[in-house]
């Protein structure tokens, strides 16, 4: 039985003494190997020309002037091609002479002596075609190489002058480029993630269990210290992914006009409590500044980052100055940065006098847990979280630093393009209470949170409705039960909070709707998300806040 091979694939065989010849066929064919047995060594080199995956040759054929023909092929093989040899010898080892010329001469061959089992040759075979396919993909991916290198010569022939022009630029953009796809790199914050979250975890797993076998044995002292501190290791986790978000460009945004010269103003106090007193704090402020558009609440808590990374740089004392000022990018400056747009910003600048950041320290200043600061002293996305809010706000950020000399953030915020909003008086606190039988509509898929939003409800005398998803939400919506508020995630499985809203106000045009969302992309920016009616906060939440917005908005 012959078994149907590719050519460059089939085994050639030359052992003419006895019955090697058929047996090592009849093996092969067995296996699944396909092969061609030659007569004599002149007629295994004119079948080399059609093509072969292995030679099988008994050492005793190699001899003759055809030999001289042979070894010629061998050497004159193309780069890629390394032919397998499986040499037959006599029991004993291999003789010397044309098998240790060959082995010399190509140093891919390998000895079977004889008499050989059937699954030692299958073997040889097995690994000497699989040696031999990989010949084959590299000979394929160098006649690939080959051709794109004949395009691409053309290619440079017809662009030359036009690359010579450009390239200053295209080096500006590659190297933006790059920056840009290490920040985004997500895989970099596993280890940073798992290190502070597991001792935030420790806090409060630990502190419950404290809990639970104090008051399993009635002891009820001392519990405020315990309950304090689970709650300030959950509020570090909280803070932990706030940073995480912001750097990831996804953290909800509530951009409006904003004052910077006043929110620096009163800020004031704070900064210069959190100083040494050796370190003077100069603030310059700009009379004619324009309206800058972002979150407040964002830029104080990036302003304050700046100043305590200032100080911790100046353990010896310096100065500190804030500054503010207006500054319009052009497309030269803009160009090497793709969300950046040409135009109209305000720039708020904290430069400090302190040891400064050589240059390899300050290509990663904005990498995620990247820190020279002491273990416990800097978790590494302070800078990270400024950078993913001066981008998710359209703006920008960079730093110039300077060994022993001291180093400046500049943070790049769009001027407002709308009219200036005036002042909202805030109204007293009203209490939180339910009135005349007022219902909540809940909307949560994860259980544990819908209890605690449901039982917090219920403690104040609000009714309330639950749902876990859209799909039980919808018919509640379009029933006669009261609903003086939806509460609801934002990120439901299926369709989504918003969504659901579109559609409850189908049925019910005045609906007021408070989102609540741990991340939700579509959400980041609050301008575009949020309608009239509609507010919403992040996870996780104080209860004091849940309450004080339900209230609000139900009395709107």
Known sequence: ???????????????????????????????GYGGVIAADLGKLCSELDSGAGLLLIAV?????????????????????????????????????????RLSALLGNVTFLERPFHPATLVSLVSTALRGRRRQYEARDRLIDLSESERRLQSTLETLEQQVEERTAQLRHNEEALRQSQKMEAVGQLTGGIAHDFNNMLTGIIGSLELLRRRLARGRMDDLDSLIDLGVTSANRAAGLTHRLLAFSRRQSLDSKAVQMNTLVLSMGELLQRSLNESIQLDMRLNEQLWIAE??????????????????????????????????????????????????????LSVADTGCGMPPSVMSRAFDPFFTTKPIGQGTGLGLSMIYGFSKQSGGHVTIDSEI??????????????????????????????????????????????????????????????????????????????????????????????????????QYRPDLKVLFITGYAEHAAVRGGFLDSGMQMITKPFTFDLLTAKVREMIRA
């Open 294 to 347: 972002a979150d407040p609440n964002q830029l104080e808590s990036a302003l304050l980052n700046l100043v305590l990374n200032a100080r911790d740089a100046m353990p010896d004392g310096g100065k500190l100055v804030v500054e503010t000022s207006n500054q319009v990018l052009d497309s030269d400056f803009t160009a090497g940065y793709s969300n950046l747009q040409p135009g109209e910003y305000v720039v």
């Open 1 to 31: 039985m012959t078994i149907a091979v590719p050519l460059s694939e089939r085994a050639l065989i030359l052992a003419p003494l006895g019955r090697d010849s058929q047996v090592a066929l009849m093996i092969l064919n067995e296996a």
């Open 404 to 505: 022993d000399k001291g180093t400046t953030v500049k943070l790049y915020l769009p001027r407002f393009a709308g009219e200036s909003q005036p002042q909202v008086t805030v109204d007293p606190p009203q209490s939180p209470d339910a009135q005349d039988g007022e219902t909540v509509l809940i909307v949560e898929d994860d259980p544990a949170v819908r209890v605690l939003v449901s039982a917090v409800l219920s403690e104040l005398g609000y009714a309330f409705v639950e749902a876990a998803d859209a799909d039980g939400a919808v018919p509640i919506l379009d029933s006669n039960q009261r609903i003086d508020l939806l509460i609801s995630d934002v990120g439901l499985p299926g369709m989504n909070g918003r969504q659901l809203a579109e559609i409850g106000r």
């Open 60 to 100: 005793e054929a190699l001899r003759g002037p055809e030999l001289e023909t042979l070894l010629h092929y061998l050497e004159h093989q193309p780069t890629w091609s390394d032919l397998p040899i499986v040499l037959l010898t006599h029991h004993g080892g291999p003789e010397q002479g044309p098998s240790s």
